[in-house]
């Protein structure tokens, strides 16, 4: 008797764990439809101890993600800094300006890869003032990764000297920009001739469309011919900071206000002259420059010409 009511106990408990199981879905009480794919992304810098990531196919709204958290919670612009924020991650191949395909987050800003940080093994680079400008897309230990677009075998981590984990697309870790204020801007291309949309496999976005200063022999870089740009937005600061001044139209047109620009976004070339009315030195860019010292223009620019 005693044997046969213990059975009877044990199955309905099984039962019991099988149907929690089933209503529970993800174990998060998400109770989605996309399957879950939880892998151990490896810790990209080669350091012990990685740290396991879960990756689920589709977008972070199919998979029922919470409202107010990972990229929904981060503010345009801004660096993910509060848990909440990096909670979890989306990374789609879209559409951004020009870009196509390049990979946009789960609130469709666009994201960039550095020339100047490395694929393999995989560094960030990108620290300080350079981070504020340049918010790496982080996630938090255990967080989730959704995948839209991209292979999974793309797509990893690296840890941060701040000791975050970084998300990388073919090696590389990525960014976002300070400057792209509403989803689908594209503001980041080609600035420096250094910092790129991100395609899904980690090469860059609409390589040779766009790029920063300017060749040897004088002509916009990036190696295709630019469209000329008809307006231009002046900053005093490096990286695109305020104050700035905007000038659109077509031929010459003289800076309100002079002497102090140090950075300028513009979508295609033009030319900068130290002079009032299109005279003096000058030089031909193409596209966005974080920082015009870099060209020996850096609180030169009296008039531009557009169009």
């Known amino acids: 008797m005693f044997d046969k009511r213990f059975g009877m106990i044990a199955s309905a408990a099984a039962a019991g764990v099988l149907l929690l199981t089933a209503c529970n879905g993800d174990g998060n009480g998400n109770g989605n439809g996309a399957p879950a794919s939880p892998s151990a992304a490896p810790a990209a ?164 469309q766009t790029g920063g200063g300017q060749t040897d022999d004088g002509q916009p870089g990036g190696g295709e011919a630019a469209k000329p740009a008809t307006s231009v937005t002046l900053s005093d600061e490096k990286n695109f900071g305020d104050p700035s001044e905007g000038l659109a139209g077509s031929g010459c047109r003289n800076v309100g206000r002079d002497d102090l620009a140090s950075s300028l976004q513009a979508s295609g070339s033009l030319k900068i002259w130290s002079e009032k009315d299109c005279k003096g030195m000058s030089r031909v860019v193409n596209g966005n420059v974080a920082d015009l010292y870099a060209i020996g223009f850096d609180n030169a620019i009296s008039s531009v010409f557009l169009g």
């Open 45 to 208: 810098d080669g350091s012990s101890g990685a740290q396991e990531l879960d990756f689920l196919s589709g977008t972070a709204q199919q998979n029922k993600a919470r409202p107010n958290t990972g990229d929904w919670a981060n503010g345009p612009g801004r660096p993910a800094t509060q848990p909440v924020a990096k909670k979890w991650v989306q990374l789609s191949a879209a559409r951004a300006g020009s870009l196509d395909p390049v990979v946009v987050n789960g609130a469709g800003f666009t994201l960039y890869r550095f020339d100047k940080d490395t694929a393999n093994p995989s560094k960030s680079t990108c620290n300080g003032e350079c981070a504020t400008t340049w918010p790496p897309v982080v996630v938090a230990p255990g967080g989730k990764i959704f995948i839209d677009g991209v292979k999974k075998s793309d797509v990893g981590v690296v840890k941060r000297d701040d000791g975050n984990l970084q998300v990388t697309i073919g090696g590389w870790p990525v960014y976002r920009f300070s400057k792209d204020l509403k989803p689908g801007d594209a503001n980041g291309q080609g600035v420096g001739g250094a910092w790129f949309g991100v395609t899904p496999n980690g090469q860059k976005a609409g390589a040779g």
